[in-house]
């Protein structure tokens, strides 16, 4: 059952006036492609994160097929052309089945020929500007992949993030994606954060930003009993938000969390 709620249930917004962009945004772990659907396939399936199989391109392309709906998509655990994908760009791939014309991925971890562990961002607009963070961490491997819509006048700065598994290094990561998103008005954090809605690193993202989550207790994860809200999307105060939803689409070992926006009038972006 896909999880619900709609700008009624979410706190006033303001000072969004309407008349704005409506979009249409998704938030998606799709484990590259992997079927995860009870706990015990972590350990019998495990050979999948490193080895091709069969089964990976067919869900891709029913991944493909959802995300048509959307016009701007987060997705964390991409592959970006290794030997367990059959050396195919998992970001370009989805985004050749879900026609979208604009695509760009992070690769933040490599293992030679064998993983190239990577985020990616599809797009119906253009953007004006794109860049990758490193975000802090005794163990590398993790990003963020900052893009900006619009502009230059007013922009829309949307920021993918796939955390850290310790709280700990997230408190570092979450302090410094603070900073970055300080400097523009009109902000939306997307991702696979690894922590609850009232998680201490969540409590200070919001202390050091004007950001803020519209609807709680979206569970995402594990897909086949999702029981945790670990995957989120904030948005700034400017922004009005019409809906939020968990889509049951268990494709991965996490659910595609999704979001319908009203943009600002003055910010305009170009396709």
Excluded at 29 to 37: A, F, K, P, S
Excluded at 75 to 97: I, K, M
Excluded at 182 to 194: K, P, Q
Excluded at 208 to 225: M, N, Q
Aim: with cysteine.
């Amino acid at each position: 059952m896909a999880a619900t709620a709609t700008a009624a249930d979410a706190p006033p917004k303001s000072p969004a006036t309407g008349g704005g962009a409506v979009l249409r945004l998704m938030s998606y772990n799709i484990q590259t492609g992997i079927e995860t659907r009870y706990y015990h396939h972590y350990l019998t399936r495990g050979w999948r994160h490193l080895l091709p199989h069969g089964e990976r391109r067919g869900n891709l392309d029913r991944i493909g097929e959802l995300i048509r709906d959307f016009d701007i998509v987060g997705l964390q655990e991409l592959d970006a052309g290794s030997l367990r994908s059959g050396f195919v760009n998992q970001t370009r791939y989805l985004a050749s089945g879900g026609n979208f014309p604009y695509w760009h991925f992070q690769t933040n971890r490599r293992i030679g020929r064998l993983a190239q562990h990577s985020n990616g961002v599809l797009s119906r607009f253009r953007p004006l500007e794109v860049r990758d963070h490193k975000l802090p961490g005794m163990i590398p491997g993790r990003g963020a992949l900052m893009l900006r819509f619009g502009g230059p006048a007013e922009s829309l700065n949307v920021v993918l993030l796939h955390l850290a598994l310790g709280r700990r290094t997230r408190l570092r990561q979450l302090a410094y994606v603070a900073e970055l998103v300080n400097r523009y008005r009109h902000t939306v954090i997307m991702g696979d954060l690894n922590c609850l809605s009232d998680s201490p690193e969540m409590r200070l993202l919001r202390r050091h930003t004007d950001l803020h989550e519209p609807v709680h207790e979206l569970h995402t994860y594990p897909s086949w009993e999702p029981r945790r809200n670990i995957d989120h999307i904030l948005v700034s105060p400017s922004i009005t938000v019409r809906a939020a939803e968990v889509l049951d689409y268990p494709l991965s070992d996490h659910l595609p969390i999704t979001m319908e926006v009203e943009l600002p009038p003055e910010v305009v972006l170009v396709a």
